[in-house]
């Protein structure tokens, strides 16, 4: 009987390929899922086995023999590949790119399916005795053997470069004096302990107890938990417990910059073996870390978006931290959402899943209205601390050379003297977001973007945000030669220098993307911000959510008004988000936490109901303005993108898609558009977008079922760079 490979190559086509098995074949053909070498025109690729079929349409005389079959086992089982197949529908991308986005690097390059031991570094009898301060005058020796202290079973190599930089000579240093040793294992981490008995309020007590009475099958849950309410720590006990039923766990979290600080309490809290996968791991370790998950040896993965893939042996749980945040849709290539995906795999595994956030998002709270999720509620903070005052500082007519207002640097002053630490929160890195010539009214514009680009004082330079574009910063205006070269706008480099000035007897600490580059600079920096000295810390979005610092009393949103009247719909509810989030940082403790917002307009009336801390009346106010102009979650969006060099092309296909799309329109979805991209020209290239709306979502699906084919194959569908968003969250 003639069989024939079906195969889905990594390749911008919205179709499979059929091959002929390999001649050397012996015996049954491979299962779907394993990875197969294969010729693509004068390329050779790498793609998966979806099914062996015995029809092919494919000429007799042009179907080709595969190259090699690379694994005996499948790296997908079948409800991975079912989930992956299920995704190249309904986002309406290739299938093959969908399941190459799925695995590790080093296996989309075709490397074996190998477990390496582990290093993990341990004391010997000799250096669990020897006094650290014994060491002062090599004080990289002694931080590395304090670590190893305080360490219950050594640390590995992972957790070492994760808090020191280039450990590895100072190691061996060690090492030769015989108070170190490397012992090779297979296995991660272990946890250092079952997670003793916490006092839990009658909120979080019930919250465990209702997720626990259904975790033997599928079930999903949102918990609304106020900032310092408990969420992790009701985590934590629905782990353990998933842990002692045999299974594994799947934790998301939306940022890095998150994942070592809830290792961390991971592992000293859950008797388990824990795996972590981001983007920050080298394309080995991360390797490593999916063939323990697939391997069933990791009990625990936190991971960021992509870990929604992992393969899990035991499944039992998925919990999604801080649902709300916009970092779980990839926004390029394959735009899925890594917490819709959450809900459908854990269907699909017929496994619970817990949807968690301070302020959810309002899709997810118009699915708990319809009864698809059950919501559980942690209304207080734990340990009995109590919720920041919000204040508003009205900033109108009033003097503000450094960012910073009169009263606010006063209320700061106040804090330090305390003892306490402040927080001062500022989504703009760099120095100033935009260089103007005083004489000629000459700006720096990026000249690949619509955009201004950034003065970065860090390495004197100006970048654009957008597409990475850097130059140096000119000494004279490039217009007209004249010297006066103003500095509009504040970043979080210049508010950092003002705060030295104004505070010159306080340390200062900058948070964001160019600060923390190095490996292990951002948890040097949480671990400096514990020690609970009394310091200004100044920061991006990295620092606003999930970090808990016990000494901080004082937080600042230094400008709230960019979510107040943005052309994007979703603006103002991800700045009430954002504003309750930064608040959650202040007085989580025993000290009372105050927080205070810049603004232009004290008097909006969304300030209101977040002033009391009352989300649910802020996001109620958001859906009834979402339900009354048709916007979601009461309608369903794709967004059809295109861009390219020349300037015309992109309206001219949107043009030709639209009228296609009006072809096989027969439940009146609307079409809204062609229009130019919020930021029209972006690295180089021109672009534009047309919206398409729907009442029910299966209409939306099946309008582009029918008409994407026909615009792949339209003319000019090759002559553009073209995109299908489904359920987008960025406009631009």
Request: aromatic content about 6%.
């Amino acid at each position: 009987m003639k069989r024939y490979f079906r195969i889905a190559i990594p390749v911008p086509l919205r179709r499979e390929f059929d091959y002929l098995p390999p001649p050397d074949l012996q015996g049954n053909p491979p299962l779907p899922g394993v990875r197969i070498r294969v010729p693509f025109g004068r390329q050779t690729l790498i793609g998966i086995l979806l099914e062996v079929v015995e029809e092919t349409e494919v000429a007799k005389n042009r179907i080709r023999p595969v190259i090699e079959v690379l694994d005996q086992q499948p790296l997908f089982d079948s409800e991975m590949l079912q989930l992956l197949r299920w995704c190249s529908q309904y986002y309406h991308h290739p299938v093959g790119e969908v399941l190459q986005n799925a695995l590790p690097v080093r296996l989309r390059q075709g490397a074996a399916t190998t477990l390496k031991a582990i290093t993990r570094w341990q004391l010997t009898d000799t250096g669990k005795v020897l006094e650290p301060e014994s060491l002062k005058r090599a004080s990289r020796q002694m931080a590395l053997l304090t670590d190893l202290q305080q360490s219950r079973h050594g640390l590995f190599e992972s957790e070492l470069s994760d808090k020191h930089i280039n450990w590895r000579p100072v190691m061996k240093r060690l090492q030769e004096k015989d108070w170190v040793r490397a012992v090779k294992e297979n296995a991660l981490p272990q946890g250092q302990g079952k997670s003793a008995d916490h006092e839990l309020n009658p909120a979080q007590q019930a919250a465990i107890k209702t997720v626990k009475a259904q975790s033997t099958g599928f079930a999903s849950f949102m918990l609304e938990g106020i900032t310092g309410s408990g969420k992790t720590e009701v985590y934590l006990q629905l782990i353990q417990h998933c842990i002692d039923s045999g299974k594994q766990a799947l934790v998301l979290v939306p940022e890095i910059g998150l994942t070592p600080q809830l290792m961390a309490r991971f592992q000293s809290r859950l008797d388990g073996r824990i795996a972590i996968m981001h983007s920050g791991l080298n394309d080995e370790e991360r390797l490593q870390a999916w063939l323990h998950t697939r391997e069933g040896s990791a009990d625990v993965i936190i991971g960021t978006r992509s870990a929604i893939f992992s393969p899990l042996l035991r499944p039992g749980m998925i919990i999604v931290d801080e649902e709300h945040d916009l970092s779980f849709k990839q926004q390029e290539g394959f735009r899925y959402s890594a917490r819709d995906l959450a809900v459908k795999r854990a269907r699909d595994l017929n496994i619970p899943v817990l949807l968690g956030s301070a302020t959810p998002s309002l899709e997810t709270l118009y699915n708990a209205q319809q009864g698809r999720y059950q919501v559980l509620r942690l209304p207080e903070r734990a340990g009995g601390a109590s919720l920041p005052e919000i204040e508003l500082l009205d900033v109108r007519s009033q003097k503000m050379p450094h960012g910073l207002s009169a009263r606010l640097l006063q209320r700061i002053r106040e804090h330090l003297e305390n003892g306490s630490q402040v927080l001062l929160f500022l989504n703009r890195r760099g120095y100033a977001p935009v260089l103007m010539c005083h004489e000629c009214g000459w700006h720096a514009l990026c000249p690949r973007c619509d955009a201004h680009m950034t003065l970065h004082h860090h390495n004197t330079r100006l970048q654009c945000h957008h597409c990475g574009s850097e130059q140096p910063t000119p000494s004279l205006c490039p217009k007209c030669e004249a010297p006066d070269l103003l500095q509009m706008g504040f970043g979080t480099e210049r508010i950092e220098e003002a705060l030295n000035e104004q505070f010159a007897n306080y340390p200062v600490l900058r948070i964001d993307r160019d600060s923390t580059r190095r490996k292990g600079s951002l948890q040097r920096m949480l671990n400096e911000i514990n020690t609970g000295k009394p310091q200004i810390l100044i920061g991006t979005q990295m620092l606003a959510k999930g970090h808990h610092f016990a000494n901080v009393t004082l937080v600042a949103m230094l400008n709230a008004d960019h979510g107040l009247y943005s052309a994007d719909f979703r603006a103002s509810e991800r700045m009430g988000q954002l504003l309750l989030q930064v608040a959650g940082r202040a007085g989580r403790e025993e000290k009372k936490g105050h927080v205070l917002v810049q603004t232009h307009h004290p008097d909006h009336p969304l300030f209101k109901p977040l002033q009391a801390h009352d989300y649910p009346a802020f996001a109620r106010t958001l859906l009834e303005e979402r339900q009354q102009t048709e916007l979601p979650p009461f309608t369903h969006l794709a967004l059809l993108r295109a861009e390219a060099i020349d300037d015309a092309l992109p309206g001219q296909f949107l043009e030709q898609a639209r009228t296609l799309l009006q072809q096989v329109n027969h439940h009146d979805v609307l079409l809204m558009g062609p229009f130019p991209a919020l930021m029209e020209r972006r690295a180089g290239r021109s672009r534009a977008q047309l919206l398409i709306q729907a009442t029910q979502r299966g209409q939306l699906q099946t309008l582009l079922g029918a008409a994407i084919p026909l615009i792949e194959n339209h003319k000019l569908s090759s002559k553009v760079r073209w995109s299908i968003d489904i359920d987008p969250l960025d406009m631009m």
